[in-house]
């Protein structure tokens, strides 16, 4: 069974910055995309930031050039550093890894973590 473990959410006053981690277990392909995806109250759940195994990366244009994702693939760990983050910024932040397994015919797999809460407010 894959499970994601989230940390490092919380309060932080306009222009501050915070660090996500997320911890992936149980077992997992090696080739695998994991990322970060954020919800805020009344919108739909939306992509951060993704990064492959071979660490190719892709962002929201919303977050450009303050957001920065990384992964540890000896730790199973991807982490999100957050600067200057803005209200805007508010959501509950998931961890996901998704991956492709071979059953007989190829098959999608995607997991979430429980989400972590990130506000930004003065």
């Known amino acids: 069974q894959v499970q994601l473990v989230e940390s490092g959410g919380g309060l932080v006053q306009p222009g501050g910055s915070l660090r996500l981690s997320c911890a992936v277990s149980?077992?997992?392909?090696?080739?695998?995309?994991m990322g970060w995806y954020r919800q805020a109250p009344g919108k739909q759940r939306e992509l951060v930031a993704a990064?492959?195994?071979?660490?190719?990366?892709n962002y929201a244009d919303s977050v450009k050039g303050r957001f920065t994702i990384s992964r540890d693939n000896g730790k199973n760990t991807v982490d999100l550093q957050m600067n200057n983050l803005k209200p805007e910024d508010t959501a509950v932040y998931y961890c996901?890894?998704?991956?492709?397994?071979?059953?007989?015919?190829?098959?999608?797999?995607?997991?979430w973590g429980q989400g972590t809460q990130v506000t930004v407010s003065s």
């Open positions: 996901n890894i998704n991956f492709r397994i071979y059953t007989g015919t190829w098959t999608t797999r995607t997991y």
């Open positions: 990064i492959s195994n071979i660490g190719t990366t």
């Open positions: 149980g077992s997992i392909a090696s080739f695998n995309a």
